[in-house]
């Protein structure tokens, strides 16, 4: 059976040869929830907005994206246009800035429903009321008819998930979702998010481990427009095997292992976007950099290293960088 | 009258709210009209003697004088303008030297013509303006923008004179379509109409360009995008709405100076409106008329700019003007 999404190889150039997605690989299978994680910067939410041609003006995309099989690269803005939304839609990272501050959240709720349906006008506003009320919106008729600035962050983050969800797609695509929210928010958000995505694929953007352990299946790492370590929550968290990785979770606080001094932080800095990366774009700032690190790893049972941690080495190497 | 323009921007963004805002606007209003006709009514003084005009030649010196005491401009100046902003306060605007009516009758003698013509020339203007503006939005570095900005360019720097001229050179002469100057049918409003609205139209393209622009940037652009909508979608829903606070300024503004009547224009159409009332009475030294007109025009203005940050509220429904929203 083909992946829900099966991306291979996608690049996005910004002309004469600033990338910033470098060669990105990625697969979501049905029902399935991958983060995507990274710095700000590596290329994730560039990969995102690329699926759908949504990449800022001069934005070249490259390589291949294929969507129950069918390729979207290359995609008119008319065949894309009956994609958004209705097969693959995203909620974005703020939630105030992206609905429009001059329609009533329940009018922007139904247009989705006005782009993908031949639903009457006054069927689309009910059916965007209880989609108001499914995402755990109370009074969700008066809700309707208010402004974006009349609602809080997290009510305004509801409402993008519900019109992202209205025209039920096959893929979410959610974009740092909680990141500007409140921290007691967030953590509702999420579940919500993990209920009402059950039977859809979610590709979830985030800088955030923690977020990673809540609400994905599986996981990829991204580093410089690439992916550099992908596999099951599980493997990814306990037993990381690219030191990206490792040095990623170890910046994370845990507050069963507290750190005595400054939290870990990894030193250097991520490649500009157009920066010409040799080799692994990672060894200037690794441990583990050798000579080998001068030609640049493809991704192979899971990693991209030459050098990756193996079980026995994984406690060690933390250790070293300690 | 600047001022006034740059205190309604400056108002878009801090969002008022309350009777209170509306008492104050109005406040500000009476202030301001009383400040521009005192200025007119000293400044007018200042022109000469318009009894001299109204004698015929070689009238004596007794003569002059006499009309002078008949029109009241023997008294003193500070007697005159009590006087005459006593019957302001009623409604009355003076007699008119030359013809010997009341001002504000002339002015609503007038007044249709100007209002026909600077009504046509808003809609035009409107129509063209904001159709170009979305367009070179739109189509940003594509040949589309290339070949409208020069049209926008030339509009603006094109005077009313030349337009005007040419256009009849053309329309008039040329081709015989339409007649040239003078108010006949429906027809004789289509030249003056375009000449006006190739000035305020340049004005409008450029601020909903730069609107538009704006707005394209917005997150909120990328989510209806992102929705699947297409781009009429955009413009009319999403665009539309949140662009236009500053292209309404700006017709509000180009209304409030068309109304004013649009001398250079009038003149040269013949149009019988409050531009060659102006002309005119200016040249014939006719205090009242050229006050009256004055102080119609700025109420006009202080009228249409407060009507505009009223429609703010209606268009922006986060503004709230003049009450609980």
């Known amino acids: 059976m083909t992946e829900l999404l099966d991306i291979e190889d996608l690049r996005v150039d910004f002309g004469t040869g600033r990338e910033a997605v470098r060669g990105v690989d990625l697969r979501v299978g049905r029902g399935e929830t991958v983060a995507v994680v990274g710095e700000s910067g590596c290329g994730k939410s560039l990969t995102a907005l690329a699926l759908l041609g949504l990449a800022p003006d001069g934005a070249r995309v490259s390589g291949s994206a ?16 009956g ?22 959240v329940g009018t922007q709720i139904a247009e989705m429903l006005a782009i993908h349906t031949p639903m009457r006008r006054s069927a689309r506003f009910r059916a965007a009321v209880e989609l108001m009320e499914s995402v755990g919106i109370t009074d969700a008729p008066e809700r309707a008819r208010q402004m974006p600035h009349e609602l809080s962050g997290g009510m305004r983050q509801r409402v993008m998930i519900s019109m992202a969800l209205a025209a039920r797609p096959d893929l979410l695509i959610a974009d740092e979702p909680t990141t500007a929210l409140d921290v007691t928010v967030q953590a509702q958000v999420l579940a919500l998010l993990r209920e009402r995505t059950r039977d859809t694929a979610v590709l979830f953007i985030t800088h955030d481990m923690g977020v990673v352990a809540e609400i994905a299946d599986r996981v990829a790492v991204m580093y410089a427009g690439r992916v550099v370590e992908t596999g099951t929550v599980r493997e990814v ?68 290293c030459w050098h990756p941690h193996t079980d026995a080495q994984t406690e060690a190497g933390a250790e070293d960088a300690r | 009258m600047a001022a006034i323009a740059i205190s309604a921007r400056r108002r878009v963004r801090a969002l008022p709210a309350g009777p209170r805002y509306l008492a104050g606007r109005l406040g500000q209003a009476v202030l301001a009209l009383f400040g521009v006709t005192t200025i007119v009514f000293f400044a007018l003084r200042l022109s000469g003697d318009p009894a001299r005009l109204l004698v015929p030649e070689g009238a004596s010196a007794a003569d002059i004088e006499r009309v002078r005491e008949q029109l009241g401009l023997t008294d003193p100046l500070w007697r005159q303008y009590l006087s005459f902003l006593g019957g302001a306060v009623h409604g009355d605007l003076g007699f008119s030297y030359v013809q010997n009516r009341p001002a504000t009758e002339l002015i609503a003698e007038r007044l ?5 013509l600077a009504v046509a020339a808003l809609l035009l203007s409107i129509v063209f303006g904001v159709t170009v503006g979305v367009v070179t939005a739109l189509k940003r570095g594509r040949w589309q923008e290339r070949a409208l900005m020069p049209v926008v360019l030339v509009g603006q720097a094109m005077p009313a004179f030349w337009t005007g001229l040419l256009l009849i050179l053309v329309f008039s002469v040329g081709l015989r379509w339409l007649p040239s100057t003078g108010y006949d049918g429906p027809l004789s409003l289509l030249l003056p109409s375009v000449t006006l ?50 292209v309404l300024t700006v017709a509000g503004l180009e209304l409030a100076n068309l109304l004013g009547g649009a001398v250079v224009t009038e003149v040269i159409f013949a149009w019988p409106g409050l531009g060659q009332l102006t002309i005119q009475s200016v040249s014939a030294r ?9 102080v119609f025009a700025s109420a006009v203005y202080i009228g249409i700019n407060l009507l505009t940050d009223l429609l703010y509220g209606v268009i922006d429904r986060r503004v709230t003007v003049g009450g609980a929203a």
């Open chain 1, 66 to 81: 294929r969507l129950d099989g069918a390729e979207l690269v290359g995609l008119g803005e008319r065949e894309l246009r």
């Open chain 1, 83 to 104: 994609i958004r939304g209705d097969r693959v839609s995203i909620i974005f990272q703020d939630p105030m800035s992206s609905l429009n501050p001059t329609t009533r």
């Open chain 1, 237 to 304: 968290l306990e037993k990381p095997q690219h030191p990206y990785t490792a040095a990623l979770l170890r910046s994370v606080p845990d507050p069963d292992r507290p750190v005595s001094g400054e939290l870990p932080s990894i030193p250097g800095q991520v490649p500009a976007v157009g920066e010409v990366v040799e080799g692994c774009p990672f060894s200037p700032r690794c441990p583990r950099a050798d000579d080998a690190c001068t030609t640049a790893p493809v991704l192979e049972a899971g990693v991209a």
């Open chain 2, 112 to 116: 249709p013509y100007t209002a026909n």
């Open chain 2, 197 to 246: 609205a190739s000035l305020s139209a340049a004005a409008i393209a450029r601020v909903t360009r730069g609107s538009v622009l704006e707005q394209l940037s917005r997150d909120y652009v990328r989510t209806a995008r992102a929705k699947g909508a297409g781009t009429g979608r955009i413009v009319l829903r999403h665009l539309a709405r949140n662009s236009a606070i500053p």
């Open chain 2, 286 to 294: 006719d205090f009242p008329v050229v006050q009256a007109i004055v």
